[in-house]
C-alpha cells in the first residue's frame, strides 16, 4: 500500500486576465513530519474568496503576494491526526492559512496562527460566519457605515459571502436593506431567505430607476463589495451624510494594472456630505470578541443565516476561485479537501 502524499497546488505563472488552471501546478510532496511543539493537520476544507486574486498579482496591495514557486495561500480548516504540542490534541479542528494542500504543520501560535475550533462549532463555519467574511461584514457595518435603526442600507453584492451577511447585519440592527444581486435565483435568496426588504436585479433592472422606487430619500449607507457601475448608481442615489463601505471591487476582476477606475461621479460625496471609507478587517482585531458574541448569537436564535457553494476536491480549487468572478457562487464558496476521520 502506498504511503500518503501532499498534493499542493503552487503559483506556476501570475495571471494577467482572468484565472486559469494554467496559473497553478498540482505537484505531489512527502507528508510533513511535526516537530516539537508542532502537530500535523490534515486539510477539510478551503474558503475561496475573491481577495486570493489580488494575492496573485506582482505588486503588494495589503499583503504581500503569494510568490512563484510557492503554496497558493488560502484559509481553512482541517482535524489535527498528529500532535507533538500540549496544546491541540489529535481529533482537535483547527482553522487557520492551510494553504491549497491536503496537509499542513501548525506550531502554538494562536490568532493569525492556528485557533482551536470552539466545541459546538461547525469546523467551516469558522471559514464564514466566524472568519474573514462575518467578521467584515460585522465590521463594515458596525464600525465603518455606522449603520443605525431606521437607516436604508444598500448592500452590492448582496448574494456573495460578504455581501449576504452586512445586509442581515444591518436587518438586525433594525435598518431598512435593499440589495442588488445578479439574477433571479440570487434576487430570491437574498429577500426571501436572507430578508432583505428588497433587492434588485443588476442583469434585468434599470439599477438607478429601481433606487428611485425603493428608496426615494436617498440611502444612508453603502455596502460596496462590486464597484464599477454598480458603485456609481449608488453615488448618485446617496441622502445627506450618508456612508460609503468600500468592502470590495470584484467588477474589476482584481487585475495587477486595475483594481477598477475611479467613479466618474465620485463629486457626490462632496454635494451630499458624504464619506467613503475602505477598510480591511485585520484592522479591527479589538472588536472581535463583540462581533463573535453577535453573529453567534442571531445565528443560534435562527435570525441570521449562511449561504454555501461547495466544490469537491482539491483539484477544483482554481476553478473555484475562477468561479466567483464569473457569479458562479451563492454565498461562501467552499473546497471539501477530505472527510473528517
Not at 444612508?220 to 450618508?242: C, I, T, Y
Request: proline residues 5%; glycine residues 12%.
Amino acid at each position: 500500500m502506498s504511503s500518503p502524499v501532499n498534493r499542493q497546488w503552487v503559483l506556476r505563472a501570475r495571471p494577467r486576465d482572468e484565472v486559469s488552471a494554467r496559473c497553478f501546478e498540482l505537484r505531489e510532496r512527502p507528508v510533513p513530519t511535526p516537530g516539537p511543539g508542532e502537530a500535523l493537520v490534515r486539510v477539510l476544507w478551503l474558503a475561496i474568496e475573491p481577495t486570493q486574486r489580488t494575492w496573485l498579482n506582482e505588486h503588494e496591495t495589503y499583503t504581500q503576494p503569494v510568490a512563484l514557486g510557492e503554496v497558493m495561500r488560502g484559509a481553512g480548516v482541517g482535524q489535527v491526526i498528529v500532535s507533538r504540542t500540549e496544546r491541540l490534541a489529535v481529533g482537535d479542528h483547527v482553522a487557520g492559512l492551510t494553504g491549497w494542500q491536503d496537509y499542513v504543520l501548525t506550531g502554538d501560535a494562536g490568532l493569525f496562527g492556528f485557533n482551536k475550533v470552539p466545541d459546538g462549532i461547525d469546523p467551516k463555519a469558522m471559514l464564514n460566519l466566524y472568519g474573514a467574511s462575518g467578521l467584515t461584514a460585522w465590521i463594515g457595518v458596525t464600525d465603518i457605515g455606522r449603520a443605525a435603526a431606521g437607516e436604508t442600507v444598500l448592500v452590492s453584492g448582496a448574494a456573495g459571502s460578504v455581501g449576504s451577511i452586512a445586509g442581515q447585519v444591518a436587518r438586525l440592527r433594525g435598518c431598512r436593506v435593499i440589495g442588488i444581486a445578479g439574477g433571479p435565483r440570487k434576487v430570491d435568496w437574498v429577500t426571501r431567505v436572507a430578508r432583505f426588504n428588497a433587492c434588485i436585479d443588476y442583469k434585468s433592472e434599470d439599477m438607478r430607476a429601481r433606487l428611485r422606487e425603493l428608496a426615494p430619500q436617498g440611502v444612508n449607507v453603502v455596502f460596496d463589495n462590486v464597484g464599477g457601475p454598480v458603485l456609481e448608481a449608488a453615488l448618485d442615489h446617496l441622502a445627506r451624510g450618508a456612508r460609503v463601505v468600500l468592502s470590495g471591487s470584484i467588477a474589476s476582476g482584481y487585475k495587477d494594472d486595475s483594481y477598477g477606475v475611479a467613479p466618474r461621479n465620485y463629486m457626490q460625496l462632496a454635494f451630499q456630505r458624504a464619506r467613503m471609507e475602505g477598510f480591511i478587517f485585520l484592522d479591527h482585531i479589538a472588536h472581535f470578541p463583540e462581533a463573535f458574541r453577535e453573529l453567534s448569537t442571531w445565528s443560534d436564535q435562527g435570525q441570521l443565516v449562511c449561504a454555501e457553494t461547495l466544490a469537491e476536491g482539491l483539484e477544483q480549487a482554481p476553478t473555484a476561485l475562477r468561479g466567483l468572478f464569473e457569479g458562479h457562487n451563492l454565498g461562501k464558496q467552499l473546497v471539501r479537501v477530505a472527510a473528517p476521520d
